[in-house]
């Protein structure tokens, strides 16, 4: 029972798929998890479900979250997305049971590498994340870390700042304490970058399109506002730096705002600014990469430790005094120089999750464009203006098999066809400096990022093959080689060019039965290559 609200609230509330739970407000809640499903998943796992996850459970099913989230990990410091708490018959990614399979897959392969024979019960229960980035389990194997809670978060090698592999991190002893740790680190109703803003436009619309009364809404909304962390009273008292957390809340704020004043009287009050404050970047460098000079000129004045390559977090000009200051401090001029030139680049970073149109929601929209998209024209055009610009170069950008569209993945076919269009683009403004831009297009490739797919697209790729006149699916040396092609002098008078690697699939035709191959073996340049799990489960 909330002390917060009334008996006849919470059951008004719950009209509106909105819930209580642990004092943090759940939206679009579905009913109660039945009590035969319950015995179903306790069946799967090494020990009882914890007592929080039941009370959780038998209140509902599943939702939505609106709160920040923060961990260690790697010594990176993490913001983890906890928006969803999954249950069954959802979409893709937050299906409940599709990911119990996906766990059960992991440990069965994890046992099988240990040359051991998986006993069939989980010791992690996933419950909720954020798609396929994000996830949040409890332990349901017996022992002192039965109920709590654990986090992972997707790694991203070569990203800077970022994870460089998965991170794991326990967040809270029980389920309980981890929903106390969910907080608002900005206030939503002045912040539209807010985490809780979701919050006020689910009450806005219950109200506008379902009769929710305004004075109910409003409750919810101060309800959902005590979760605010408050670090300007300590700041007032002088008491900040005797909490890390909160000194680190008022320094974002401070960055975020370019707020020097600010930055200056948290230096009065003790604060250090060399420890990381967005995965491993420090202050300094949040500070540039949000173009917040005055605040980085404050930081400077207090001593904060500068990086190598602090001259590259900037994608606007600078002021002069400001470079000048980082150079005094041992900011290189020129990193590229430093080792030795750039002769090319393969921009292959992406990541995207499978689902309908329909069910992408903007952040994940985002998310797969900014990498896909926004993160090649970042690289090419730091890469031409840096370097290959004086000294010419060749650059090779990763598409898909886009032609026709990409259902089920639209979001990256998008990303994709854009840098198309990028890669046609700089090809034509870049080659008098000597730059050639091309592109490959990879299409179904035998790779290890088909086992990070949930058990229905698993079994949606086993069967792709067929869909290919060669038959069979590539392999990482064949997209290699085509890489490797477009970098190299032999193909100097190739530019504005696309290589497709995808065995013919845009070709076949449904007035055409594909027939068995004969003949064509696949070509591996990797002596050290692991074909995907799934196609040993054929």
Not at 317 to 323: D, I
Not at 389 to 405: E, F, K, P, S, T
Not at 471 to 497: D, K, M, Y
Request: glycine letters at 10%; one cysteine or more; a negative charge.
């Amino acid at each position: 029972m909330s002390e917060f609200f009334t008996s006849a609230e919470l059951q008004a509330l719950r009209e509106h798929r909105i819930a209580v739970f642990a004092d943090r407000l759940l939206i679009d809640v579905q009913p109660p998890l039945p009590d035969a499903r319950i015995a179903e998943i306790q069946a799967l796992c090494e020990g009882p479900l914890p007592p929080a996850l039941l009370d959780l459970w038998r209140l509902t099913a599943g939702g939505e979250l609106a709160y920040d989230l923060r961990a260690q990990m790697d010594g990176n410091e993490e913001a983890l997305s906890w928006s969803e708490l999954f249950y069954d018959g959802s979409d893709h990614y937050r299906d409940l049971q599709g990911w119990i399979e996906h766990e059960q897959e992991c440990a069965q392969d994890a046992a099988a590498e240990d040359g051991a024979t998986w006993n069939g019960k989980l010791r992690y229960l996933p419950i909720g994340g954020f798609e396929y980035c994000d996830r949040i389990y409890v332990a349901v194997e017996p022992g002192p870390q039965a109920g709590s809670v654990v986090a992972w978060k997707q790694g991203l090698p070569g990203w800077t700042h970022a994870l460089q592999q998965d991170g794991i991190a326990t967040i809270a002893p029980d389920l309980h304490a981890a929903f106390a740790a969910l907080r608002l680190e900005t206030d939503p109703g002045e912040d539209e970058n807010s985490t809780g803003l979701r919050v006020l436009e689910y009450l806005d619309e219950r109200v506008s399109d379902h009769g929710m009364p305004q004075a109910l809404a409003d409750r919810v909304a101060a309800f959902h506002r005590r979760a605010l962390v408050d670090w300007r009273g300590p700041l007032e008292a002088g008491t900040l730096a005797d909490t890390p957390s909160l000194a680190t809340l008022a320094l974002q704020h401070a960055l975020s705002h370019d707020d020097a004043g600010l930055v200056r009287r948290l230096s009065a009050q003790g604060m250090r600014f060399d420890a990381p404050l967005r995965g491993s970047a420090q202050p300094l460098d949040v500070a540039l990469m949000q173009h917040a000079y005055a605040a980085a000129q404050a930081l400077l004045e207090a001593g904060a430790p500068v990086s190598p390559t602090a001259l590259h977090r900037f994608d606007r000009q600078p002021p002069v005094a400001l470079v000048a200051a980082l150079l005094a401090h041992g900011a290189v001029a020129d990193a590229l120089a430093a080792h030795g030139g750039l002769d090319g680049v393969f921009n292959c970073a992406g990541g995207q999750f499978p689902a309908p149109l329909d069910q992408i929601s903007l952040n994940g929209w985002n998310a797969v464009v900014q990498n896909n998209l926004h993160g090649t024209f970042l690289v090419s055009r730091e890469v031409y203006t840096q370097h290959m610009r004086q000294h010419g170069g060749a650059i090779v950008n990763m598409l898909a098999d886009i032609w026709g569209g990409m259902p089920g993945m639209g979001h990256s076919g998008a990303a994709r066809a854009g840098v198309w269009n990028l890669t046609e683009t700089a090809a034509c403004e870049w080659a008098h400096a000597g730059v050639r831009v091309n592109a490959v297009a990879p299409g179904w490739i035998a790779s290890s990022g088909m086992d990070s797919y949930d058990e229905h697209y698993r079994g949606v790729l086993r069967e792709l093959k067929t869909k290919v006149p060669l038959q069979r699916f590539g392999t990482e040396a064949e997209l290699a080689a085509a890489v490797v092609f477009l970098l190299s002098p032999a193909a100097a008078f190739i530019n504005g060019s696309v290589i497709r690697v995808d065995g013919g699939v845009p070709n076949a035709r449904h007035s055409w039965n594909l027939q068995q191959a004969e003949r064509g073996q696949a070509y591996n340049g990797f002596p050290q290559y692991v074909p995907p799990s799934l196609f040993s489960e054929d």
